[in-house]
């Protein structure tokens, strides 16, 4: 009996190593993964099945009476209910509109075109943004679900289609909102949250800088840059050791990187990352993180943070000189994470289904 499980378990990894191939082509060095039409169409699949799917929700609401505890998910948000929570629900769209622009012909394109208007429509954008209108709902989703919606409207922005373009116009009310409310939060964020899940504040200030300097945002870009060498400037000697947590998605100490490296000019990076990771503190980062059951929504989460040290990995090794012998070390760990969480993102749990595939994608993409 022993005998035969060993010979399912090869024949279903040699399967799902295979399907690898042909979703994915990996260039001679193996430095960099590159999404084939096939590989596309099967991850815009795994949002095009919840984005519009109610229930299971997981509802972030502070109800202020009755009448707040009896409306749905898609009441309160009728743009970006599906997916088990908000935030998951704008990085599938954010997914989705990527995906299209790098491939036209996706086998769902006219099925995604036809969500994303019913979606993204003025009547409904105008409702989500309404949403922080409330007293207490100025910290809802705060940081990481403002920070994909503008990482949806940079997305958007770049992209000369008569679709996109529509739903630009319709989603930049939220997104104006969601500025609006972070640029007064940055003033008063004395700490940063040093999480590995949603509340990381490095996480969040990347994507918002990124959107910042695309869309010319002067006033945000230097609020964003202020706030990050104030709180981390001085940062030294990473705790690495303590990470992960059992249901990080996000390494805290990768992410604080991945921010400077874009906040300091490379001569004034470089010096702060000599002081912030040792080579050993580097090294524990490149050990695989342990995904013991992909039907916790918890524990899977784990499967996220290879996605993400995977693109903060290749992020802060394109700065570092060519004789610096961490910017191997971090290329070579950075295609391992992938490598390591590519094949499991359709797990058949919808745990992971909802959420995952965006970051696989993210960490593909992502040429910075």
């Not at 599938?92 to 622009?101: A, E, I, N, Q, T």
């Not at 959107?211 to 400037?233: D, H, M, P, V």
């Not at 470089?270 to 059951?293: A, G, K, R």
């Not at 784990?302 to 992020?315: A, I, N, Q, T, V």
Request: net charge positive.
């Amino acid at each position: 009996m022993q005998k035969i499980i060993v010979i399912l378990l090869i024949v279903f990894t040699v399967k799902i190593n295979a399907q690898s191939k042909q979703f994915f082509t990996v260039n001679k060095d193996t430095t960099q993964f590159q999404l084939t039409i096939e590989g596309a169409s099967h991850l815009a699949s795994l949002p095009l099945k919840c984005i519009v799917q109610e229930y299971p929700n997981k509802i972030n609401h502070l109800a202020m009476g009755d009448s707040d505890q009896i409306i749905t998910p898609h009441k309160m948000h009728p743009a970006f209910y599906g997916c088990l929570d908000w935030h998951s629900s704008v990085h599938g769209h954010w997914m989705l509109v990527k995906l299209l622009k790098d491939f036209p012909s996706l086998t769902d394109a006219k099925k995604i075109r036809a969500i994303l208007s019913q979606n993204i429509s003025t009547e409904n954008i105008l409702k989500e943004a309404k949403y922080f209108d409330a007293t207490f709902s100025k910290s809802f989703e705060r940081t990481y679900g403002w920070a994909w919606i503008l990482k949806l409207q940079q997305e958007l922005n770049s992209w000369n289609d008569e679709d996109g373009i529509k739903w630009r116009n319709a989603l930049q009310p939220l997104s104006d909102t969601i500025i609006n409310i972070w640029m007064r939060f940055l003033p008063k964020q004395t700490y940063p949250n040093r999480t590995g899940v949603h509340p990381n504040t490095a996480f969040g200030l990347v994507f918002a800088l990124d959107y910042a300097r695309s869309a010319g945002n002067k006033k945000l870009e230097e609020a964003i840059i202020q706030s990050a060498k104030k709180i981390f400037l001085k940062d030294k000697n990473a705790p690495t050791i303590w990470e992960p947590d059992g249901t990080d998605f996000l390494s805290p100490s990768l992410e604080e990187a991945d921010l400077m490296r874009r906040v300091l000019n490379k001569k004034d990076f470089i010096e702060w990352f000599d002081n912030y990771f040792n080579m050993q503190s580097l090294q524990h980062l490149t050990v695989l993180p342990v995904v013991s059951d992909r039907n916790d929504m918890g524990i899977v989460h784990l499967d996220g943070l290879c996605f993400s040290r995977s693109w903060c990995m290749k992020g802060i090794a394109s700065v570092l000189p060519k004789t610096d012998k961490r910017k191997q070390l971090l290329i070579q760990s950075s295609i391992k994470h992938l490598k390591a969480s590519l094949p499991n993102v359709a797990s058949g749990a919808y745990g992971g289904e909802h959420w995952l595939a965006s970051f696989a994608v993210y960490a593909i993409t992502n040429q910075k």
